[in-house]
């Protein structure tokens, strides 16, 4: 969150899928360069599509639109246009999720589509760290996990984690066991998406199935009472997107945000982006959808900030360090 002359509040970005800042402008520009056809008369067109009703409505446009990205510089592009943007909404740290599945499946090699994100990476070191987080699809088979994982073995050394995402009903966590005792066994932090629109179950079945060390999203979580007493013994950290949970329907109105409750429910939530290109806005954004349309205080902002880094897989003195700077920023003249 920015205001004038203030510096923002110091956050880390855990839940982004990189494919998500992908903006209609972008979308144009890399069809002309890759001579990609595009359905949309013009970016205004495309931007008019960005009316959503359910998570599938999104992922269908987010899918198609991907087929942009062609070349490995397209992904160097992609990482380095987000990273650009981080230092401005106090940004200083990124676990960026990335879909390899929903490019390989189209023809571009795993070497191009990881070696181009850690170009970007690499090009704006110097002002935002950032790791990688490879994501399963969850409603393409097992197997398909499987392999993926195996092709991107030559590659670990830039992956920090695995996560689970795409269409959650119908696609359990436990379709994933074998996948993520592997990829744990290879030293990857597992993650999951669980209780977006999926059940509380999903929620409990990430946690006992993966090992998941995050949950992404987990609002639903809040319909099980034993569900959130054991979160919050557990300290398990929740990374919550209000405005994509408003964009896609998960709940009516930002107003009515489970946010509050979390919070007041003593889960260890942070706040995040999810696909900002899509859902109308980045970190700074959605904090400050937290702030005017849910009532937190500086206080409570500067929490979610000291959780963001808390929940990160940075080393913990540079976690320790970071949490301080979160807890010490005044927001200065005008709002919080
Ligand atoms: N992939 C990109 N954004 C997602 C979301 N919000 N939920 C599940 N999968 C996704
Ligand atoms: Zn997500």
């Known amino acids: 969150m920015t205001t004038t002359g203030t510096p923002p509040l110091p956050k880390a970005e855990l839940h982004l899928h990189i494919e998500g800042t992908?903006?209609?402008?972008?979308?144009?520009?890399l069809a002309r360069r890759n001579d990609v056809a595009l359905p949309y008369a013009s970016v205004e067109d495309l931007r008019a599509r960005y009316e959503f009703t359910d998570l599938q409505s999104f992922l269908d446009i987010y899918y198609a639109n991907m087929a942009v990205l062609r070349t490995r510089e397209d992904f160097a592009e992609l990482a380095s246009a987000y990273l650009r943007r981080c230092p401005g909404?106090?940004?200083r740290h990124v676990e960026m999720f990335f879909d390899p599945q929903a490019h390989t499946a189209r023809g571009v090699p795993m070497a191009d589509v990881v070696g181009g994100l850690t170009d970007g990476i690499d090009?704006?070191?110097a002002d935002v760290s950032a790791g990688l987080i490879l994501c399963f699809l969850r409603d393409q088979p097992a197997a398909d996990a499987e392999a993926t994982l195996r092709a991107a073995e030559p590659y670990l050394d830039r992956i920090i984690g695995v996560g689970l995402d795409s269409a959650e009903v119908g696609h359990p966590p436990s379709k994933f066991t074998a996948v993520f005792d592997r990829a744990r066994a290879l030293g990857l932090k597992p993650v999951a998406h669980a209780g977006e629109e999926g059940p509380a179950s999903y929620v409990r079945e990430a946690l006992d199935e993966l090992g998941?060390?995050?949950?992404?999203h987990?609002?639903?979580?809040?319909?099980?009472?034993?569900l959130v007493a054991r979160l919050r013994r557990d300290r398990t950290p929740l990374t919550v997107c209000p405005l994509s949970n408003v964009r896609l329907g998960c709940v009516p109105g930002i107003?009515?945000?489970p946010l509050p409750e979390m919070l007041d429910?003593?889960?260890n939530v942070s706040v995040h982006s999810d696909d900002p290109a899509y859902f109308g806005g980045y970190a700074d954004t959605n904090y400050a959808a937290a702030r005017d349309g849910l009532g937190l205080t500086t206080d409570q902002l500067r929490t979610l900030a000291e959780n963001s880094f808390a929940a990160s897989f940075l080393d913990e003195a540079t976690k320790t360090m970071l949490a301080?700077?979160?807890?010490e920023w005044k927001p200065g003249p005008g709002p919080a």
């Open 22 to 29: 992908l903006e209609p402008e972008t979308v144009f520009a």
């Open 89 to 91: 909404q106090g940004v």
């Open 123 to 125: 090009a704006h070191a």
């Open 212 to 216: 998941v060390l995050r949950v992404d």
């Open 218 to 226: 987990g609002i639903r979580s809040l319909e099980d009472d034993d």
């Open 255 to 257: 107003g009515l945000h």
């Open 265 to 267: 429910a003593g889960l």
């Open 324 to 327: 301080l700077r979160a807890r």
